[in-house]
């Protein structure tokens, strides 16, 4: 008995750190969020905040003035693109690679190297190439001799390319992380499994539809997850680019926070908006976990009929 309760002390001493920590930068937050999330608060400090239960939640949904519902439609729109563009470029890449072409990891290295460059550089990067004066996209549109294709007002500065062009940057970034999670998981298929589907008369393209790729289902669920949720918690990029701009056309939650904590010292509805994307981003990873899990019982229940 003593032996065990020593060794559970040790585990929670182990433990112990990790959970402070864990209490201390993810825990703690949310609760404060949703806590100065019901005041009015002008300043950091709750003196003179007027506690006003959901009114920050109403003024969100219900005003014009804070565009709460055209940045949410811009952040579902990069989570669409990012699920239905960048995560099949991503597993098409891993594919090819996974059946051990010449140069596989020279490969490797090229796509996943923009995921290690800092975010910052990367939008400063792509703010030279959107440049009207000299950017390089001008420059080859104008080889091409189509250079007034170019949006009034440039690439970030039009209203309805801004979006598109912030997109780009985050497909280049993020299409060589997605891939190298597939890509692992396309490594680890049985190789008897697809000798066995090729003796059966299937072809590479079946192969990857009917055997890897069903295989490979739990991955493909994180990069779901991953993309939707990374692309309703975009801050970074579009802050360098735009921050938000022009006219709210690439505003996306996370930079109407940052407006309302820092420009408008409305660090009340700033939390409110907070509390909302994290409520988003669990909704959303719930959702695409029950859709992937039915789509498997759904798989099963299929194959027992058919046997």
């Known amino acids: 008995m003593k032996k065990n309760k020593s060794k559970i002390l040790m585990v ?7 959970l402070l920590l864990f ?7 949310i609760i404060m969020s949703v806590f100065y999330s019901f005041y009015d608060m002008k300043s950091i400090s709750l003196k003179g905040a ?28 990069l989570a669409f693109l990012s699920v239905f563009l960048q995560l099949p470029l991503s597993l098409g890449l891993a594919l090819m690679l996974g059946k051990g072409i010449k140069g596989e990891r020279g490969f490797l290295s090229v796509y996943f190297m923009p995921v290690l460059i800092s975010t910052v550089v990367i939008g ?31 690439w970030l500065g039009n209203e309805k390319s ?5 997109f780009v940057p985050t497909l280049w970034q993020y299409v060589g992380y997605h891939m190298l999670l597939m890509y692992a998981g396309v490594r680890s ?12 008369g299937a072809t590479d393209a079946q192969v ?23 692309s309703l918690k975009s801050f970074d990029l579009i802050y360098v680019l735009t921050n938000g701009g022009p006219f709210h056309a690439t505003e996306v939650p996370s930079t109407l926070m940052i ?6 010292n409305r660090y009340g509805m700033g939390s409110t908006i907070a509390v909302m994307m994290i409520t988003l981003c669990f909704a959303f990873a719930i959702l695409i976990s029950a859709a992937f899990k039915e789509r498997e019982n759904y798989g099963r229940k299929k194959h027992t009929e058919d046997i």
């Open 12 to 18: 929670v001493l182990f433990l112990l750190p990790a």
């Open 259 to 264: 407006n309302m904590l820092f420009e408008r």
């Open 50 to 77: 007027d506690f006003i239960w959901f009114g920050n939640y109403k003024e969100l949904f219900t005003s014009g003035s804070i565009s709460f519902w055209k940045a949410l439609g811009n952040s579902m729109l």
């Open 189 to 200: 298929v049985s190789p008897e499994l697809r000798e066995a589907a090729k003796l059966d």
């Open 162 to 166: 801004a979006l598109w062009c912030v």
């Open 124 to 154: 400063q990067l792509w703010r030279k190439i959107y440049n009207p004066d000299y950017g390089i996209l001008n420059a080859v549109l104008g080889l091409l001799g189509i250079a007034d294709k170019m949006p009034t007002g440039g």
């Open 23 to 29: 209490i201390g930068v993810l825990i703690a937050p």
């Open 208 to 230: 990857d539809w009917y055997v890897v790729i069903p295989s490979i289902k739990p991955i493909l669920r994180v990069s779901v997850i991953f993309a939707v949720t990374g």
